[in-house]
Each structure stands twice: as C-alpha cells, then as structure tokens.
C-alpha cells in the first residue's frame, strides 16, 4: 500500500529525532508507526514541518509544501488537523486524536467540514478517550490502539543496584507537577526525610523538601534516571489520554502511584503495578508505604518484571492496518 502521515506540528522532526526531548506522544507514534508500515512492506511518506526532505529507514520525509493534490494513496494519516486531508486523494482516511474536544472547539478550530468531507475513523486510545470524545466526533468509526515505548526502553539493562530512595515525575509539568510537589510537602517528604523527588524543571522545584531536577535532556538520559527510581509518582491530568511516561515507567519496572486522573487509571494495576488512589491523602500513604516495605516494592516489581515487553511498535502497527 501506498500510506501517508501529515503533520502540522510546529516540531520539525524526523525518525532522526526520535530520542529528542521535544519529540511528544504524536510524533513518537508517527516516527514508530512509519517505520513498522514500511517494514511490512508498505510505501510510507511523512509530510511534516522539516527544511529538508530526506529519507530515514526507508520512509520518505517531505516538507508539508510538498503536498500534491493530485498525490494519490491508499490510507493518509493525519495528526490532529484533519483539514491537511485538502492536500491530498486518498481512499481511506484515519485521523490521530490528541486531545479531547467538545463540539464547540472542534468547529472553532475549523475541523467540522474536513470531518463531514472525509469521514475519517478516529483513532482512540484507551477507555477514558472512547468515554470522553463527543459521539458526532467517533460518527464515521474508530480504531482502538494502545502505544507502545522506545526500543530503549525495551532494550535498557535493569539493575537493582542502581535503584535510590527516590521518586520520580517525568510528565509535562502542566500535567499536575503542581500538585503533586504541594502533596510532596506536606503530606510526604515531613514523614520520610530520607527520600528524594525527581522532577521534570519546574520553578517550584524546592531543594529544601528534597526535590531536584531532573536530567531534562534525551531520552537516554532520562532513562538513566528512571532506572535509578523506587517509585513514579503522576497524579495523572484530564487532559491526558494515554499518558506514555506511565508506560515507559511500566518498561522499566518502576511501580507507579497515581490518582487516576484522566487516563492514568488504565495504566496501572491497582496493587499489581502500583497503586490508583482515592484522594490525596491516599496518594501520600501509598508513596510511603513503597518506600518504606521493602517487600511490598519487590512484590510490585517482580509483578511489572512478567509484564515487560508485552507491548511492541510492530504489534501497534498490524493492529491498526487491522482495523483499517
């Protein structure tokens, strides 16, 4: 088949960048799923925001002005915008959907003709995605998927002797770093001085409470941190659809507490993975009891150690030509 991805993020990137840190859950996928497709034997172009056309793997990278709109294919993906389907023929039509949308936005943001003209299925990423996007919006069908990490991450050595008394947060810190570093001082940090926070920058971060910064560069770097993590500590955000520091964390063997906001209910196991809690009160107490029961860490570890590599990119990718 002949497949497409348009972009319009103001991120130019390409498979090169994959390890970036300004590479975001949407153009993870579309570096992964690019280079799958094109793997299974399919003829694979990413049209995004890049000075300078190229090809990585196999996948031919272009600038969006390079659009035709006598270009033919046979699926076209696109990442948010579903007006960038203007610049191109295709016989089938999937848009990638990062966020949740009420009607009102989605005609604002001036999506609703291309939606009516292409009938695009919709991918959806979880339970809490499929709950909260508008009926009208999923009215020409959905694919349901779930990401899968890095080969990084599946690949990174595990070593308990690298693993400190500290915790971790590798979201955004728009996704409630806020309130998790309030919890951290008043509810955590004055019951167990001995332990440590690790967070993406922030102005709030506060060596007085032992909170630091994280190592914000690549991916690899990241890594480095996470491995020497007890605990992933995500409160969670609705704006969160599936939430992939939570499953890199997953990767890694790292337990997490959350409170379950928005997606992050679905990333964890209650008691087999980590711990969902109630309210924040909870959050706090599960945080110390990892910490502090050797036992119960080891028990949730061992548990994440049978799950690793269950989720692979080459499984997303026949996943979704399956639903197609």
């Not at 630091?212 to 704006?239: A, C, T, W, Y």
């Not at 337990?255 to 980590?274: A, D, K, N, Y």
Request: aromatic residues 10%; positive net charge; contains cysteine.
């Amino acid at each position: 088949m002949k497949i497409c991805f348009l972009d319009n993020s103001h991120i130019p990137y390409t498979a090169n960048d994959l390890n970036s840190k300004l590479i975001r859950g949407g153009e993870n996928a579309i570096i992964h799923l690019s280079n799958e497709l094109s793997k299974l034997g399919n003829k694979v172009e990413v049209f995004n925001n890049i000075e300078n056309d190229c090809i990585r793997d196999n996948v031919k990278w272009f600038n969006l002005r390079s659009l035709n709109k006598n270009s033919v294919y046979d699926v076209a993906f696109t990442n948010n915008d579903i007006r960038l389907f203007d610049n191109i023929i295709a016989k089938k039509y999937v848009a990638f959907s990062h966020s949740i949308q009420t009607i009102e936005k989605f005609i604002r943001k001036g999506q609703l003709f291309s939606y009516l003209k292409y009938k695009p299925k919709i991918v959806l990423l979880g339970k809490y995605h499929k709950e909260n996007r508008n009926y009208l919006l999923k009215l020409f069908g959905t694919i349901n998927l779930e990401w899968a990490v890095d080969p990084l991450f599946l690949e990174a050595k595990l070593d308990e002797n690298l693993i400190e008394n500290r915790a971790i947060f590798t979201s955004r810190r728009d996704r409630n770093l806020d309130l998790l570093i309030k919890l951290w001082i008043k509810d955590i940090f004055p019951k167990n001085k001995s332990i440590k926070l690790y967070s993406t920058p922030s102005e709030l971060i506060n060596n007085d409470y032992n909170i630091f910064e994280r190592n914000f560069g690549d991916k690899k770097l990241m890594i480095q941190d996470l491995l020497k993590s007890k605990v992933l500590l995500v409160p969670g955000h609705k704006g969160e659809l599936y939430c992939i520091a939570a499953e890199e964390a997953r990767e890694l063997c790292i337990p997490i507490v959350t409170l379950g906001i928005g997606s992050l209910s679905e990333r964890v196991e209650h008691g087999i993975t980590g711990f969902i809690a109630k309210t924040p009160e909870e959050f706090a107490d599960y945080t110390l009891k990892i910490f502090n029961d050797e036992n119960l860490w080891k028990d949730l570890r061992n548990n994440l150690i049978k799950l690793r590599g269950t989720k692979k990119w080459d499984e997303v990718a026949f996943n979704l030509l399956s639903q197609i």
